[in-house]
């Protein structure tokens, strides 16, 4: 009657626990990056009566008798599945579509979490805005412009407002067509900008014009900027084959244009840029060309960024250029459910987990990363209020065991009587 006793205590003491649980999880239901956790039981020992025997020739064997002594914990398990994206439109806000976490740290301290609701420091760091921890990944190197993810992580860096250095236009891209039905001495034209080295912009307007031998077209220019000499093109004609296409300069071989400047001016020296036209036609079609392509630009500061889906963090800077600043890294596990919980929506590396394998988005199975969403909690609200039943039913079934074995009890106490 004892057993029967301690093995209901058992069993309320962890329907209780059990509930613990499945509270958590209901009230989680709106927490970013939440994982839901489970609750499993198992046995404890039984007490045997009597063992099992072995069969003979003339009796078969019997099974052994035992007598359960109740239920303990077997574990609390994090159910690491993907949660729903929710769009918050914010460009600091990163979710998730994998198994990768994102790594934080503070100072010597390392942990890991599926919370990307970051925020730009008054530094320039991507934080956590509720514990100031800091958002690892790789930075831009700013000689080479480019990202070594073999190096140790740092935090990352998006710095607003930062200035970038203006470029001299060296190469421009023009494409559009010629019109074969152009008479001779008519034109064509089409305006670039030229970047000086100071990042001023110029503007040179090229003329094709129609010469009197077939499919041939004399190419001069000009510029309305003040500050222009004059603007030089070499080879100074361009042909074409019956077929439309551009034979001279022989494609990829570009016209130079040389822009000289007025003396007295801050940039004296010529900017000479080349000029793709391979890509120009001469068919019975409107005339029009267009600069597809320019690789100057004025002096710009930052002032948004984009992500990639492999974590490249892209700056958009105000003078319409844009440039790799930095790529968050990612955190896997051989066992993620091996993870300790600490407080913040964050986890720390325990002897169950295994180190973490860090690395990009996009390889190794950490998934991809998203901008302007978070990834919403996992928690099943259906699952978590049957639990709610089931461990309240469970609960009540073990407390009308221990009624009941008193009941029993007062009735052997009574047969003194």
Same mark, same amino acid.
């Given at each position: 009657m004892m057993r029967a006793l301690y093995s209901a205590i058992g069993g309320l003491r962890n329907h209780m626990t059990y509930m613990d649980v499945v509270a958590n999880n209901i009230a989680n239901v709106n927490t970013a990056g939440f994982k839901s956790a489970r609750v499993t039981f198992q046995d404890v020992l039984s007490l045997t009566l009597t063992g099992a025997s072995f069969a003979t020739q003339s009796r078969g064997g019997t099974?052994?008798?035992?007598?359960?002594? $109740?239920?303990?914990?077997?574990?609390?398990?994090?159910?690491?599945?993907?949660?729903?994206?929710?769009?918050?439109?914010?460009?600091?806000? !990163?979710?998730?579509?994998?198994?990768?976490? !994102?790594?934080? =740290?503070?100072?010597? =301290?390392?942990?890991?979490?599926?919370?990307?609701?970051?925020?730009?420091?008054?530094?320039?760091?991507?934080?956590?805005?509720?514990?100031?921890?800091?958002?690892?990944?790789?930075?831009?190197?700013?000689t080479t412009g480019l990202i070594d993810t073999t190096l140790p992580i740092t935090p990352l860096t998006i710095p607003f407002g930062r200035l970038i250095a203006a470029q001299q236009t060296t190469t421009t891209t023009i494409d559009g067509n010629l019109d074969a039905a152009t008479l001779t001495g008519g034109t064509v034209t089409s305006t670039t900008q030229v970047y000086d080295s100071l990042g001023k912009a110029h503007a040179v307007t090229l003329t094709f014009t129609k010469d009197a031998a077939p499919n041939s077209w004399t190419v001069s220019g000009a510029s309305t900027s003040g500050d222009v000499a004059s603007v030089a093109i070499a080879p100074a004609t361009v042909t074409f084959n019956s077929t439309g296409a551009i034979t001279a300069?022989?494609?990829?071989?570009?016209?130079?244009v040389t822009t000289t400047f007025n003396a007295g001016v801050s940039q004296a020296s010529p900017v000479v840029t080349n000029m793709n036209v391979s890509r120009v036609t001469q068919f019975a079609a409107a005339?029009?060309?267009?600069?597809?392509?320019?690789?100057g630009y004025s002096a710009?500061?930052?002032?948004?960024?984009?992500?990639?889906?492999?974590?490249?963090?892209?700056?958009?800077?105000?003078? $319409?250029?844009?440039?790799?600043?930095?790529?968050?890294?990612?955190?896997?596990?051989?066992?993620?459910?091996?993870?300790?919980?600490?407080?913040?929506?964050?986890?720390?590396?325990?002897?169950?987990?295994?180190?973490?394998?860090? $690395?990009?988005?996009?390889?190794?199975?950490?998934?991809?990363?998203?901008?302007?969403?978070?990834?919403?909690?996992?928690?099943?609200?259906? =699952?978590?209020?049957?639990?709610?039943?089931?461990?309240?039913?469970? !609960?009540?079934?073990?407390? =009308?065991?221990?009624?009941?074995a008193d009941e029993m009890l007062q009735d052997l106490v009574n047969l003194k009587r």
């Open positions: 099974n052994p008798q035992q007598i359960g002594l $109740g239920v303990s914990l077997g574990g609390v398990d994090v159910i690491h599945t993907q949660g729903a994206m929710q769009a918050t439109n914010k460009s600091t806000d !990163f979710a998730i579509q994998g198994l990768g976490m !994102f790594i934080m =740290r503070d100072g010597a =301290r390392q942990f890991y979490t599926r919370d990307g609701a970051f925020d730009v420091s008054t530094q320039g760091e991507l934080v956590s805005p509720v514990t100031g921890y800091k958002v690892m990944g790789w930075n831009v190197n700013a300069p022989a494609p990829p071989a570009p016209l130079v005339g029009n060309l267009t600069t597809t392509a320019n690789n710009g500061s930052l002032m948004s960024f984009s992500v990639g889906a492999n974590g490249d963090i892209t700056g958009v800077f105000s003078n $319409g250029s844009n440039r790799l600043i930095a790529q968050v890294g990612l955190a896997s596990f051989t066992n993620p459910g091996g993870l300790e919980k600490v407080q913040a929506n964050m986890y720390q590396e325990s002897a169950n987990s295994g180190p973490p394998v860090i $690395g990009t988005a996009s390889s190794g199975g950490r998934g991809q990363v998203g901008a302007g969403v978070l990834e919403g909690s996992n928690t099943d609200l259906a =699952r978590e209020f049957t639990n709610v039943v089931v461990a309240q039913r469970g !609960f009540q079934a073990s407390s =009308r065991i221990i009624a009941t």
